[in-house]
């Protein structure tokens, strides 16, 4: 057994979260590259794993737009041109304010949350210079700040995005900066004024926007995940 799939299996978690997880890693980092096929037969071997949990680890990873199905090729890992990040955007600005609008009232009556927790392990993974630490990090927040909310609609809307999102979440250079902006909007979040919470939600959005739109096609080409 390889050393990757020896890591799966002293995980408690059920093994096609296992896989899924491993294979998403490996789209967020670029090891698999958008185009690249994934073949189950030679996933299940790269694991040691049976061919099951692999059909439904890219199932799930197809429901959030990783993966994507061509009918010349299988899956492949999905690529995202200029017009879909832009989209993705503007979804995200629309769903996300009214989530930040909804978790701060939450907040103030006393719901119990974890974005604390999560900027806490955003600046421990930046004084331990583990940059995709900071970027899951960034990624809880936001995870959290939505399932605060208890929109279970807005939930599930975003849920076929998640994926996407967490791809475009590392897709900045300046992971303190966002932190900081995470820090403001966390204390007009705590202070129960949810108008500037949602106002600062937006802007972040906006700001995040126009950072991974320059980073991501400034020459005009298309992105490499």
Excluded: C
């Amino acid at each position: 057994m390889n050393h990757a799939s020896s890591r799966l299996y002293r995980n408690d978690k059920p093994l096609r979260e296992i896989v899924g997880d491993e294979i998403r890693a490996r789209i967020f980092d670029g090891r698999f590259q958008p185009g690249d096929r994934l073949v189950e037969r030679d996933l299940a071997e790269m694991f040691s794993a049976s061919r099951h949990p692999v059909r439904e680890a890219l199932r799930t990873l197809q429901r959030e737009g990783l993966v994507e199905s061509l009918p010349s090729r299988g899956l492949v890992v999905s690529a995202l041109d200029k017009r879909q990040v832009t989209d993705l955007f503007g979804i995200r600005e629309a769903l996300e304010v009214l989530a930040v609008r909804e978790a701060t009232v939450r907040i103030a009556h006393g719901t119990p949350h974890h974005l604390h927790e999560a900027l806490q392990n955003a600046r421990a993974a930046i004084a331990s210079a583990d940059i995709d630490a900071a970027h899951a990090a960034n990624a809880q927040f936001h995870d959290e700040i939505i399932a605060l909310s208890g929109n279970e609609l807005l939930q599930g809307i975003l849920e076929p995005l998640l994926g996407r999102l967490h791809w475009l979440f590392r897709q900045i250079l300046d992971v303190e900066s966002v932190i900081e902006e995470h820090q403001r909007l966390y204390d007009a979040m705590l202070s129960g004024d949810s108008e500037q919470s949602a106002a600062l939600a937006r802007a972040h959005v906006l700001a995040y926007r126009a950072h991974t739109l320059d980073y991501l096609f400034r020459d005009g080409s298309s992105p490499e995940q």
